[in-house]
T-cell receptor
Framework: NAGVTQTPKFQVLKTGQSMTLQCAQD?????MSWYRQDPGMGLRLIHY???????DQGEVPNGYNVSRSTTEDFPLRLLSAAPSQTSVYFC????????????FGQGTRLTVV | QQQVKQSPQSLIVQKGGISIINCAYE??????FPWYQQFPGKGPALLIA?????SEKKEGRFTISFNKSANQFSLHIMDSQPGDSATYFC??????????????FGKGTHLIIQP
């Protein structure tokens, strides 16, 4: 059972470039979410999805887009990367929408230069 | 506005001692309080969680104490071991939030257990 898989693990982007962070889960969870983790800040919610075809914004959505075409996959897109988006990104999935038993991926460390 | 305040920011405990991390929350709609453990280079992993209908929950060496009247909850690690050295995050969420708030995290506590 792989749980939540994120790719890539590391990425360096130039300012203005775009990229997609991939997230896949094999637990058939309806609720998935993306967080960013910055030093001394804890984790902050970027976007979330309560099921295929349904997404919504979290606390810090600016500069990010998401889509949810299947239950398993929840990619995060950076349309035009900025240095302020340098962070570690975590994808999570859970059985319920109030995040009980939430499982996190290993993270993607993104640096924007 | 920080809705979950976690303290201390860092903590050093001798092997065999008790590690105590505290969290206070502002949103009284929160009704699920998990603790996550994170090792360097890894994602957070659920350690233990509590709902407000109980005042304490114990799983092995880990105990959550919950004080609803004070809007506070804490993690106690008994007989702390060097392998417990990690960053610990408290978090909270609300059923009523319908997912919009996700998990609201504290800023984390860097715990070091000295041999």
């Amino acid at each position: 059972n792989a749980g939540v898989t994120q790719t890539p693990k590391f990425q360096v982007l130039k300012t203005g470039q775009s990229m997609t962070l991939q997230c896949a889960q094999d637990m058939n969870h309806e609720y998935m979410s993306w967080y960013r983790q910055d030093p001394g800040m804890g984790l902050r919610l970027i976007h979330y999805s309560v099921g295929a075809g349904i997404t919504d914004q979290g606390e810090v959505p600016n500069g990010y887009n998401v889509s949810r075409s299947t239950t398993e996959d929840f990619p995060l897109r950076l349309l035009s990367a900025a240095p302020s988006q340098t962070s570690v990104y975590f994808c999570a999935s859970s059985v319920t929408e109030w995040n009980t038993e939430a499982f996190f991926g290993q993270g993607t460390r993104l640096t924007v230069v | 506005q920080q809705q979950v305040k976690q303290s201390p920011q860092s903590l050093i405990v001798q092997k065999g001692g008790i590690s105590i991390i505290n969290c206070a929350y502002e949103n009284t709609a929160f009704d699920y309080f998990p603790w996550y453990q994170q090792f360097p280079g890894k994602g957070p992993a659920l350690l233990i969680a509590i709902r407000p209908d109980v005042s304490e929950k114990k799983e092995g060496r880990f105990t959550i104490s919950f004080n609803k009247s004070a809007n506070q909850f804490s993690l106690h690690i008994m007989d702390s071991q060097p392998g417990d050295s990690a960053t610990y995050f408290c978090a909270a969420s609300s059923v009523k939030g319908g997912g919009a708030d996700g998990l609201t995290f504290g800023k984390g506590t860097h715990l070091i257990i000295q041999p």
